[in-house]
């Protein structure tokens, strides 16, 4: 069975500071990898997508990276800032398969301290 | 453009009765997947539809959960006799099916069962 897993499952930082959030899967025949942000109540932001033919993906103060042979993704935030308070999900797509489903990790609730 | 919507954004119904919540994709997307969040069970797919093709069911808890897309646009996921552990948020995503097939999401829809 696959499954995705995010540590830590909660995390609290300064305002400025950079971190990193973990995302680790079982799937040796990974598709892509999506990284999504989900603020309380509201439905998913895509914001990064890692083909599996790629290392990494950047989008502004974001940075994400994909090794597939340890089993892991890792988003990268620079500069925290409060609107950065979110809950961070990982989602795998399987290579191979009819359906194009994402196997959803856990989550990160961040907070971004003023 | 106009991304993908749900309705309505919050339901409440007394558990034993039938609720329809209804997703329209992305124009020009020919592939969409429903998925639940639940507080216990994080995010799970649901069934998956992909232009004419047969449906996914695999995800759908019990035969109580159907879900129909007509034309190739909208789709309908019913709940029928609903139970209280129905509860959750229910997502409804669109992508392209070539490409990354990066999936965009709606905001939702909040199933409350009494």
């Known amino acids: 069975k696959q499954e995705v897993t995010q540590i830590p499952a909660a995390l609290s930082v300064p305002e400025g500071e950079n971190l990193v959030l973990n995302c680790s899967f079982t799937d040796s025949a990974i598709y892509n990898l999506q990284w999504f942000r989900q603020d309380p109540g509201k439905g998913l932001t895509s914001l990064l997508l890692i083909q599996s033919s790629q290392r990494e993906q950047t989008s502004g103060r974001l940075n994400a990276s994909l090794d597939k042979s340890s089993g892991r993704s890792t988003l990268y935030i620079a500069a925290s800032q409060p609107g950065d308070s979110a809950t961070y999900l990982c989602a795998e797509m399987n290579y191979g398969g009819a359906t194009n489903k994402l196997i959803f990790g856990t989550g990160t609730l961040l907070a971004v301290q003023p | 453009g106009a991304g993908v919507s749900q309705s309505p954004s919050n339901k409440v119904t007394e558990k034993g009765k039938d609720v329809e919540l209804r997703c329209d994709p992305i124009s020009g997307h020919t592939a969409l997947y429903w998925y639940r969040q639940s507080l216990g069970q994080g995010l799970e797919f649901l069934i998956y539809?992909?232009?004419?093709?047969?449906?996914?069911k695999s995800g759908l808890p019990s035969d109580r959960f159907s879900a129909e897309r007509t034309g190739g646009s909208v789709s309908t996921l019913t709940i029928q006799r609903t139970q209280q552990e129905d509860s959750a948020v229910y997502l409804c995503?669109?992508?392209?099916?070539?490409?990354?097939?990066?999936?965009?999401f709606g905001p939702g829809t909040r199933l409350t069962v009494t």
């Open positions: 539809f992909q232009g004419n093709s047969a449906p996914d």
């Open positions: 995503a669109s992508s392209p099916i070539q490409g990354s097939h990066e999936q965009y």
